[in-house]
């Protein structure tokens, strides 16, 4: 095999044998950190390795090749490690950091109010700020909340195919005391096998659920909520493969294992899932994780 790098430091190309012939793939390697999504029709997903990105859309109906080496990196201070928290944290990261708390994910657990919150500046930047609480369609309505500005890139995140905004609030706190009183009526989780092959809205569940989540607002007892009339429904559309999109795309999931090579065909992405052929792989759990990725 012979390699030699691009002008890009974090990719190299390869040549190979293949049948008897010579065949060119990239390869790329750094810390996973994230999806980069980016609204468009369809959404545009890059995978972001350290420095370098690679365009996933592209690649739908190849086939990738991806591989963790074994080495561990924390997404927050860069420390070399043995074991993950919370989806690319050290421990003392995962036990300092607000943004580890129990309240990121119960936030009408709020205790800011309380002088004990981890991190006064990452409180005031990110939850005593103004948030929505939402209506959404994963694999049926949803109610959520996300800071505001960042709907869109909220939905993207959790597959949604349609986003409605129902009310603004100053605080996490507040949308989160909202969005738990909504749960008696509407659900707050998404299952996610369901979510990848749910491809059409129910147009009149889920206009009767925003109507019926805008009335129980209205009637709270709190008075700083601001209701968002005529609000304007999102739709986001999801990259796939043609030859796929008459099929049921697998929700079997699959792991990247440690010097294994994974090899299958990309044929779909939604939310934090990319959808091979064969099986499904949540890039989630590999934030922080030292990945090769070729193709």
């Known amino acids: 095999m012979k390699k030699f ?13 293949k049948d008897g012939l010579i065949v060119l793939y990239h390869s790329a390697s750094g810390v996973y950190y994230n ?42 201070c860069h420390r070399k490690v043995k074991k993950l928290y919370n989806n690319g944290y050290c421990y003392p990261c995962f036990v300092s950091l607000a943004e580890c708390d ?21 409180a005031l930047n990110h939850c005593m700020i103004p948030h929505y609480v939402y209506l959404s369609y994963t694999d049926k309505s949803k109610v959520g909340l996300t ?60 206009a009767s659920t925003y109507q019926l989540l805008f009335e129980k607002i209205k009637i709270l007892n709190i008075d700083e909520i601001e209701m968002v009339n005529h609000s304007r429904c999102y739709r986001f559309f999801y990259p796939m493969d043609p ?37 499904v792989i949540n890039m989630r759990r590999y934030q922080g994780y030292m990945i090769n990725v070729s193709y």
């Not at 790098?5 to 044998?17: C, E, P, Q, T, V």
């Not at 609204?39 to 859309?57: A, G, M, Q, R, T």
């Not at 509407?186 to 491809?199: E, G, L, Q, S």
């Open 243 to 279: 030859l796929y999109s008459q099929s049921k795309l697998p929700v079997s999931p699959a792991s990247l294992k440690e010097n294994e090579e994974f090899e299958d065909t990309l044929i779909s992405l939604k939310a934090h899932y990319l959808i091979f052929k064969n099986c």
């Open 35 to 76: 999806l980069k999504l980016v609204p468009n029709e369809p959404v545009d997903y890059y995978i972001k390795l350290s420095e370098s990105e690679i365009h996933l859309n592209k690649l739908l109906g190849r086939t990738i090749r991806m591989k963790i080496t074994g080495e561990m990196f924390c997404i927050h």
């Open 147 to 206: 800071r505001a500005g960042r709907e869109l890139a909220r939905w993207m995140e959790q597959g949604a195919i349609a986003g409605k905004l129902l009310c603004s609030v100053s605080t996490r706190k507040v949308a989160g005391e909202i969005e738990h009183l909504l749960t008696e009526y509407v659900a707050d989780k998404t299952n996610w096998r369901k979510m990848i092959n749910t491809h059409f809205i129910d147009e009149d569940e889920f």
């Open 5 to 17: 790098l691009s002008d890009r430091n974090f990719y190299i190309y390869k040549y190979i044998m």
């Open 102 to 122: 129990l309240c990121v994910l119960k936030p009408e657990t709020c205790h800011f109010h309380q002088g004990t919150c981890r991190d006064e500046n990452y």
